[in-house]
Protein backbone atom coordinates (compact mmCIF):
# COMPACT_ATOMS: atom_id res chain seq x y z
CA UNK A 1 0.00 0.00 0.00
CA UNK A 2 1.44 3.46 -1.07
CA UNK A 3 1.64 6.34 1.09
CA UNK A 4 0.02 8.65 -0.44
CA UNK A 5 -0.80 10.75 2.35
CA UNK A 6 2.82 10.95 3.76
CA UNK A 7 3.86 14.12 2.22
CA UNK A 8 0.73 15.47 3.93
CA UNK A 9 0.83 13.89 7.27
CA UNK A 10 4.50 15.65 7.01
CA UNK A 11 3.41 19.25 6.81
CA UNK A 12 3.47 21.28 9.60
CA UNK A 13 0.42 21.20 11.51
CA UNK A 14 -1.64 24.42 10.50
CA UNK A 15 -1.77 27.03 13.90
CA UNK A 16 -5.46 27.64 13.52
CA UNK A 17 -6.95 30.96 15.29
CA UNK A 18 -9.40 29.93 18.12
CA UNK A 19 -12.07 32.34 17.77
CA UNK A 20 -13.49 32.46 20.91
CA UNK A 21 -16.70 35.56 21.19
CA UNK A 22 -16.49 37.80 24.23
CA UNK A 23 -18.69 36.66 26.80
CA UNK A 24 -21.70 38.17 26.80
CA UNK A 25 -22.03 40.62 30.42
CA UNK A 26 -25.06 39.77 32.43
CA UNK A 27 -27.74 41.51 31.07
CA UNK A 28 -28.70 42.40 34.80
CA UNK A 29 -25.47 44.44 34.65
CA UNK A 30 -26.05 48.52 34.61
CA UNK A 31 -23.25 50.84 33.91
CA UNK A 32 -23.17 52.31 37.20
CA UNK A 33 -23.76 48.80 39.36
CA UNK A 34 -20.28 47.14 40.67
CA UNK A 35 -19.21 44.56 37.95
CA UNK A 36 -20.35 41.18 38.41
CA UNK A 37 -17.03 39.49 37.72
CA UNK A 38 -16.37 40.79 41.44
CA UNK A 39 -13.53 43.68 40.39
CA UNK A 40 -15.53 45.92 42.64
CA UNK A 41 -15.23 48.46 40.50
CA UNK A 42 -18.49 49.91 38.62
CA UNK A 43 -19.28 47.93 35.35
CA UNK A 44 -19.15 50.82 33.11
CA UNK A 45 -15.22 50.98 33.98
CA UNK A 46 -14.61 47.73 34.38
CA UNK A 47 -16.07 44.90 31.95
CA UNK A 48 -18.29 47.37 29.56
CA UNK A 49 -15.15 48.32 28.15
CA UNK A 50 -13.86 45.23 27.78
CA UNK A 51 -16.84 44.17 25.69
CA UNK A 52 -16.70 47.35 23.70
CA UNK A 53 -13.54 46.58 22.84
CA UNK A 54 -14.06 43.10 22.32
CA UNK A 55 -16.65 43.88 19.47
CA UNK A 56 -14.57 46.65 17.83
CA UNK A 57 -11.65 44.37 17.43
CA UNK A 58 -14.01 41.78 15.88
CA UNK A 59 -15.04 44.22 13.70
CA UNK A 60 -12.56 45.03 11.06
CA UNK A 61 -14.74 48.24 10.00
CA UNK A 62 -14.84 49.94 13.33
CA UNK A 63 -10.86 48.81 13.72
CA UNK A 64 -9.93 51.21 10.38
CA UNK A 65 -12.04 54.12 11.44
CA UNK A 66 -10.35 53.86 14.76
CA UNK A 67 -6.98 53.76 12.85
CA UNK A 68 -7.87 56.58 10.40
CA UNK A 69 -9.20 58.73 13.64
CA UNK A 70 -5.32 57.93 15.01
CA UNK A 71 -3.37 58.45 12.25
CA UNK A 72 -4.35 61.60 9.39
CA UNK A 73 -1.77 60.81 7.28
CA UNK A 74 -3.19 57.48 6.65
CA UNK A 75 -6.94 59.08 7.07
CA UNK A 76 -5.45 61.18 3.97
CA UNK A 77 -4.10 58.37 1.81
CA UNK A 78 -7.68 56.48 2.26
CA UNK A 79 -9.52 59.51 1.12
CA UNK A 80 -7.00 59.57 -1.94
CA UNK A 81 -7.53 56.60 -2.55
CA UNK A 82 -11.37 56.84 -2.17
CA UNK A 83 -11.46 59.91 -4.63
CA UNK A 84 -9.58 58.23 -7.40
CA UNK A 85 -12.16 55.43 -7.11
ZN1 LIG B 1 -15.73 43.46 35.43
Redesign the pocket.
Known sequence: MTDRFAALRNLPRLQLPVVTPPAPPPKKCKPNDL?????H?K?KK??MH?TLNAARDNNPLAKMQELMRSNKELAATMRKLTNKA
Not at 35 to 39: F, K, L, V
Request: proline share 0%; with cysteine; net charge positive.
Open positions: CSCGSIYCCK
